[in-house]
């Protein structure tokens, strides 16, 4: 029997790798959709090494025909993760017009793209999961990263509604700092301030978000949608944890 795909954007990396060994494992066939050729290539067969199925395709997610022509070539997916996103830490003053785009581009116009060619295909018991951060509630020297993110989150919201009445739910995961090479972005003084505010006291595991994702994108997880799951060790809890 052909196993439900499941199309996982950045799934070469950091998180997104998590998200791919973790779904593959639960059965689904991965399509790893990313820049980044020898990444893929590497979890494509570590996910085969584990006895799972995946296979990997090159694309630049900003482009609208490139993303259209990959998903009509494919069987309808059963669960999309817009996870793929990009990130610089510098001060609002240096922030350009072309970051600002560029950001949106890649973390919020891609996963419209990509929504929007799923849905067009996709059946009854549908999942989408956006990878959305805890930043969306504000960080400093991210500005068009948090503008993004939040709207990541309104966008999750807004989808949810309009394809709740074909079984589709959409839904977001909202990490807190994680341990993986988008943190590269950060100065080590940024990174070490980071993570004193941290509540756990330090940063969290990919797998703590493939396992988040893993349960969104599960059929059994039928009457959640429109929600942001944080996965934050508390951080979005406001409070200090001292
Ligand atoms: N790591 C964290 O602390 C953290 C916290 C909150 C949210 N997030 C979010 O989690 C997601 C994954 O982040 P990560 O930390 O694993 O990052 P990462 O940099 O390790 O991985 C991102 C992957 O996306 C791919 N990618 C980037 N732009 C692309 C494009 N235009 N087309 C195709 N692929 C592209 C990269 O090649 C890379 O493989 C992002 O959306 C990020 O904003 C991360």
Redesign the pocket.
Known sequence: MTKPHALV??G?????RAITRRLAADGFHVVV????EP?AAEAVAEVAAAGGSAESRI????DEAGVEALIGALPPLAALVN?????KDQPFAAASAADFRRTYE??VV?PFLLARAAVARMGEGGRIVN?????YLGAKNQID?VAS?GAVVSFTRALAMEVIGRGIAVNAVA????D????RALTPERLKAQLALQPTGA?GR?EDIAHAVSFLASPATCFITGQVLFVDGGKSLGGSAV
């Open positions: 954007t950045g070469a990396s950091g998180i997104g959709v990313d820049l980044n990444l694309l630049d997610i900003t996870n793929a996103g990009i990130f890649v973390n891609a990878i959305a951060s805890r930043a990263y993110k990490p807190g700092l994680i993986t090479p988008i943190l940063a990919p």
